[in-house]
């Protein structure tokens, strides 16, 4: 059973920054995508960034020269930088890995990102 652990969350002021990560329990390369997702109270998850095993980079619209998705190979584990913070941005953040092959996709336990204004 694959599994993804992401930490990096806390509490930071608009305008700060903070570094996410996801690590898996096998190599990345297993996975057609690495994403990230966030959720707030009351409302559907929400699409942030999409890593391709080929290396094609997806964000929102919201997030679009603020975050940046990267991946460290040797230690199975992806980042989302996360720059310029808004209050908005606050959120529960989760890591998806996703098999197209088998059309299986894994989940995190989520990380808690709190932007205070």
């Known amino acids: 059973q694959v599994q993804l652990v992401e930490s990096g969350g806390g509490l930071v002021q608009a305008g700060g920054s903070l570094r996410l990560s996801c690590a898996a329990s096998?190599?990345?390369?297993?996975?057609?995508?690495v994403r990230w997702f966030r959720q707030t109270p009351g409302k559907q998850r929400e699409f942030v960034a999409s890593?391709?095993?080929?290396?094609?980079?997806v964000y929102a619209d919201s997030v679009k020269g603020r975050f940046t998705i990267s991946r460290d190979n040797a230690k199975n584990t992806v980042y989302l930088q996360l720059n310029s913070l808004k209050f908005e941005d606050t959120a529960v953040y989760y890591c998806n890995a996703l098999e197209l092959t088998t059309s299986r996709s894994y989940w995190g336990q989520g990380t808690q990102v709190t932007v205070s204004s």
């Open positions: 096998e190599t990345i390369f297993s996975f057609n995508y």
């Open positions: 890593l391709a095993r080929g290396g094609n980079i």
